[in-house]
């Protein structure tokens, strides 16, 4: 079956970095999506991953190793608004996203 | 308006009741879909809407029933729901609902109470 692995809930402190890790198992593969959700808002785009590698967008990064399944979301220099879930999602070879359950990830001050 | 708009905000009805939900996106789309968001779950895909087209109904009980009148927009018909139908309920668009880089837009939700 298709499936996507993520945190529950993570951790962090105003101003760190942290790093939140997504493992796929997918019918095909076509490309990684992360989003964020702040509560209670709509999910908004935060990159697009389909070649191995790191792609930089300010203070986020996403990560993409094909070969292990795998990807993650770097959050440098955290702030209080970065307070939201994260979600990963996979696209497979139907072009249908598969999603995670997404992360919460909680900064304190 | 800009994106993609949904209501109401938030529904509460009955099991006997009957509501429609809307969706209506500004962003010149072809590709509209409904999700369903549950605490802790991942985002369920119910329906996909390609040039008006359904292309994907992921097995959902026949008391959803979708309407897409035209690429701009998208209804979602309830009758009978059940209490774990309560839930938020996400639209979203994109180009198309085929090809990689296909980033979806989301509307900000319907929260949905049965009781």
């Known amino acids: 079956g298709q499936n996507i692995d993520q945190p529950t809930e993570m951790t962090a402190t105003e101003g760190a970095i942290v790093q939140i890790n997504c493992t796929y198992q997918?019918?095909?593969?076509?490309?990684l999506f992360w989003y964020q959700q702040h509560a209670g808002e709509a999910p908004t785009f935060l990159s697009y991953n389909v070649l191995d590698g790191l792609e930089e967008k300010g203070r986020f990064s996403s990560f993409l190793s094909r070969s292990k399944g795998y990807s993650y979301l770097l959050l440098k220099e955290l702030q209080m608004k970065d307070s939201a879930s994260y979600l990963c999602a996979a696209l497979d070879s139907n072009y249908q996203l598969i999603w995670g359950a997404g992360t919460k990830l909680i900064i304190k001050p | 308006e800009t994106g993609v708009t949904q209501t109401p905000r938030h529904l509460v009805m009955g099991m006997t009741n009957k509501k429609s939900l809307k969706c209506e996106q500004h962003l010149g789309h072809n590709a509209m879909y409904w999700y369903k968001q549950s605490a802790k779950k991942p985002l369920e895909l119910m329906f996909v809407?390609?040039?008006?087209?359904?292309?994907e109904n992921n097995s959902v009980p026949s008391r959803f029933s979708p309407e897409c009148p035209n690429s701009s927009h998208l209804f979602l018909h309830l009758h009978t729901l059940q209490p774990e139908d309560s839930a938020l309920y996400l639209c979203a668009s994109s180009q198309d609902s085929q090809g990689d880089y296909n980033e979806q837009f989301f509307g900000p939700g319907t929260r949905l109470t049965v009781l």
């Open positions: 997918t019918s095909g593969f076509n490309g």
């Open positions: 809407y390609n040039f008006k087209e359904q292309t």
